[in-house]
């Protein structure tokens, strides 16, 4: 069986020392392909870069998670927009509300959210997206979008019963907060 996996925390810093050995290792077990997280500003270039180091195996999102959601202006706009204009960035995101956190201000959060799906329905890519604590304010601008998006990813589940009933009535998927932390490739994403 191939694998892909899709949320490789692969810029982080902890990697430098060994990132090439984490992607034979990767290979060895059976991942053929890794898209590689893009969560900020600064590391989506360089999820992009990586991508292009490793063409056919590495593949890259673009965008600025909650927790960075105060950086996110018009430049940063801009800058996303660019990054995905290459082939290699497969998926708008890591991008969406983190009210567990609230590491930047809710209204911050709301608009860089709605501008990340402004992206994603101007390139028709799928959708990398995080949620915690924020169910009914994340369903309400998905609903403004509704029809405009390609296919969702809702990484970091973990809401109720009737929180992921409401994300499979929209044919979203859900990552399991747990299962990616378990992964090879993603020693970061613990509080992401
Ligand atoms: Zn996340």
């Known amino acids: 069986m191939q694998l892909v996996d899709i949320g490789a925390n692969l810029t982080h ?8 050995e984490v992607l034979a290792r990767a ?12 969560a900020s500003r600064e590391h989506s270039p360089l999820a992009l870069e990586l991508a292009q180091r490793h063409p056919g ?3 890259a999102t673009a965008g600025v998670h909650p927790h960075h959601a105060s950086e996110y202006t018009d430049e940063c706009d801009a800058e996303m927009r660019a990054l995905h204009a290459h082939p290699q960035v497969v998926a708008v995101g890591e991008c969406g509300l983190d009210y567990f956190r609230d590491f930047s201000p809710r209204p911050a959060q709301r608009r860089a959210f709605e501008r990340q799906l402004q992206i994603g329905a101007d390139t028709a890519k799928p959708l990398f997206l995080h949620q915690r604590d924020a169910h009914a304010d994340f369903m309400a601008i998905m609903k403004d979008f509704d029809g405009r998006l390609g296919p969702a990813v809702v990484h970091c589940f973990t809401g109720t019963r009737e929180e992921m009933f409401d994300y499979l009535d929209n044919d979203w998927y859900i990552g399991i907060t747990g299962w990616l932390c378990a992964s090879a490739a993603a020693r970061t994403c613990a509080s992401w």
Do not use: H
């Not at 902890?14 to 090439?20: K, M, Q, T, V, W």
């Not at 290979?27 to 893009?38: E, S």
């Open 13 to 20: 810093d902890s990697f430098d020392r060994d990132r090439d």
């Open 27 to 38: 290979r060895a077990a059976g991942v053929a392909q890794l898209v590689v997280t893009g």
């Open 57 to 59: 195996m590495l593949y």
